[in-house]
């Protein structure tokens, strides 16, 4: 039988869990190309504990896990050359010191070497390699063809995943694939010059889903103090027999 206090605590914990989630959703509405995160817990209830406690495998309960929402944001038009927005399904492929990552963030610029890198320094990929451009203002067509003076430079990589729930966040608007997910670069990819994609992020549903969830925390609170006063005044009772 599980015990009720582990059981509500277990529910406090996936409380307070999801509103560090939904905290940083809201913390980055105004980020380009962020994707909104949601916490799933499956199996019933996420129960961490110790030696006494009842654990999750027991409760037949897997641990609370992030996924993220890829449904696109809105374009936004900002009129930089080097800001593109990605329309449709696709990514764009970067490199990291920790290896390839990918991301939608596409508020681009050069670097001190002329390559084509992400607002945090990462050399965006060509379908050959690294994009070097001499001219801040180039011509960036919708199927990633970079025009730098007149010439043809790269064309950007934009990729596509089977199951884009495969797709871990690794911070700074970057994705990083699980072990075995393996990146498709499209035919047929769609880039809108001077525009950055805005984030996914509904801040009013997420402002009403923070007020839900500590509501329910607090019930979880109140329901805890007043379990464990019925238990307190339970023993004091059969203490005077």
Same mark, same amino acid.
């Given at each position: 039988?599980? +015990?009720? =206090?582990?059981?509500?605590?277990?529910?406090?914990?996936?409380?307070?869990?999801?509103? +560090?989630?939904?905290?940083? #959703?809201?913390?980055?509405?105004?980020?380009?190309?962020?994707?909104?995160?949601?916490?799933?817990?499956?199996?019933?209830?996420?129960?961490? *504990?110790?030696?006494? %406690?009842?654990?999750? !495998? $027991?409760?037949?309960? !897997?641990?609370?896990?992030?996924?993220?929402?890829?449904?696109? *944001?809105?374009?936004?038009?900002?009129?930089?050359?080097?800001?593109?927005? =990605?329309?449709?399904?696709?990514?764009?492929?970067?490199?990291? %010191?920790?290896?390839?990552?990918?991301?939608?963030?596409?508020?681009?610029?050069?670097?001190?070497?002329?390559?084509?890198?992400?607002?945090?320094?990462?050399?965006?990929?060509?379908?050959?390699?690294?994009?070097?451009?001499? #001219?801040?203002?180039?011509?960036?067509? $919708? %199927?990633?063809?970079?025009?730098?003076?007149?010439?043809?430079?790269?064309?950007?990589?934009?990729?596509?995943?089977?199951?884009?729930? $495969?797709?871990?966040?690794? *911070?700074?608007?970057?994705?990083?694939?699980?072990?075995?997910?393996?990146?498709?670069?499209?035919?047929?990819?769609?880039?809108?010059? *001077?525009?950055?994609?805005?984030? #996914?992020?509904?801040?009013?549903?997420?402002?009403?889903?923070?007020?839900?969830?500590?509501?329910?925390?607090?019930?979880?609170?109140?329901?805890? $103090?007043?379990?464990?006063?019925?238990? +307190?005044?339970?023993?004091?009772?059969?203490?005077?027999?």
């Amino acid at each position: 039988m599980l +015990d009720p =206090i582990n059981l509500t605590v277990a529910s406090m914990q996936i409380d307070m869990r999801r509103m +560090d989630v939904i905290a940083n #959703n809201a913390a980055n509405a105004l980020t380009p190309g962020f994707k909104r995160e949601i916490l799933a817990v499956t199996g019933g209830l996420g129960l961490t *504990g110790s030696k006494t %406690d009842v654990t999750a !495998q $027991q409760a037949g309960a !897997q641990l609370p896990s992030i996924t993220t929402d890829q449904s696109p *944001g809105t374009p936004r038009k900002t009129s930089t050359p080097l800001d593109i927005a =990605i329309l449709g399904e696709g990514y764009m492929e970067v490199q990291t %010191d920790q290896g390839l990552a990918y991301t939608r963030h596409g508020a681009l610029r050069l670097d001190e070497r002329g390559r084509l890198v992400t607002h945090a320094g990462h050399p965006v990929f060509g379908q050959t390699g690294e994009i070097t451009i001499s #001219n801040p203002t180039p011509i960036i067509e $919708q %199927d990633g063809t970079v025009i730098d003076r007149g010439n043809t430079v790269g064309k950007i990589k934009i990729v596509t995943f089977e199951r884009t729930e $495969q797709l871990l966040s690794a *911070g700074n608007g970057l994705l990083v694939p699980r072990d075995g997910t393996t990146a498709n670069e499209t035919s047929r990819p769609r880039i809108l010059q *001077g525009h950055l994609e805005g984030s #996914n992020v509904d801040s009013a549903r997420e402002m009403i889903t923070l007020l839900q969830t500590f509501r329910h925390f607090e019930s979880s609170h109140r329901s805890l $103090q007043a379990y464990d006063e019925v238990r +307190d005044k339970t023993f004091r009772n059969l203490g005077q027999f």
